[in-house]
């Protein structure tokens, strides 16, 4: 099915690789003009740039999601050019994994500045121009599979991804109260071939200097017995931004193979 969320505009903040530029490339693939956010511009101009090759609609703003006044900006811009914000996929994120024994108040601070305060300086700013239309969003927030359990060595990314979680159910009640027709739901990613395993890798394998093997990893830990790529994630995004998810709100998507029901 094609043009599922044909007309729709979508702000997919660390789009410019993993996850937020799979969510990029199946939103645009599927008829949305799609801002995308990062603060790796080379990159971030590549998609925008592969998208409109593909015949898509999709540009690039450079966006640090920790900053109030770049939130602000950028939602300002995207009411400037395109006059509504139907989707937002707040989906830029961090991983520092080792004991918190060894972690520093700094690295604490920054993971949640990004990965906790970004999403709720999204959902702050974006909301206001997402009423404008009167036709209701989709507010899709990036938690993780930490975010449902905890992990040795992940203490401080659990912490974000757990925040997220529950505060996506918050905003779901208070949109809901307020009859906006904006929906805000979680997503909860399992083992996924991400950029972000440079940097959890110390996690899952102590002392290592390369990242985990995600093969050997998801046969041992994941029921269907393989890991997941982006596009699996993006599948589950898309579906939360169409009409076809009209009536969920306030939910956790596990797309995980099944790890976590084991």
């Known amino acids: 099915m094609a043009g599922r969320v044909e ?7 660390g789009g410019a690789s993993g996850i937020g530029r799979g969510c990029a490339e199946k939103l645009a693939a599927e008829g949305a003009f799609v801002v995308i956010t990062d603060i790796q511009d080379h990159l971030g101009v ?6 409109q090759k593909s015949g898509g ?6 966006h640090d999601v920790t900053d109030e006044t770049a939130w602000a900006d950028v939602i300002e811009g995207i ?11 707040n989906n830029a994120g961090i991983g520092i994994g080792g004991s918190i024994l060894d972690m520093t108040l700094a690295d604490w601070r920054r993971q949640t500045a990004i990965n906790l305060d970004g999403v709720f300086l999204g959902v702050k700013h974006s909301i206001p121009l997402m009423r404008v239309s009167g036709e209701g969003g989709s507010i899709v927030n990036m938690s993780s599979v930490a975010g449902l ?5 992940l203490a401080g990314y659990c912490a974000t991804k757990g925040g997220v979680r529950l505060f996506t159910k918050s905003i779901a009640m208070e949109c809901a109260n307020a009859k906006d027709g904006i929906r805000v739901n979680s997503v909860h990613p399992g083992l996924i071939e991400t950029p972000i395993w440079l940097t959890v890798g110390q996690a899952v394998n102590p002392g290592a200097n390369t990242p985990p093997d995600l093969d050997a990893m998801s046969a041992l830990a994941v029921p269907l017995g393989v890991k997941g790529f982006p596009e699996d994630i993006a599948n589950g995004v898309l579906w ?8 969920v709100t306030g939910q956790e998507l596990v797309i995980d193979g099944g790890m976590t029901v084991r």
């Open 57 to 62: 609609k999709a540009e690039y703003v450079h």
């Open 7 to 13: 007309g729709k505009v979508a702000l997919v903040t």
């Open 79 to 89: 009411k400037a050019r395109h006059g509504r914000l139907d989707f937002l996929i």
């Open 149 to 153: 359990k905890g992990s040795a060595n």
């Open 46 to 51: 590549e998609v925008a740039g592969g998208i």
């Open 240 to 247: 939360l931004c169409s009409s076809e998810s009209r009536y």
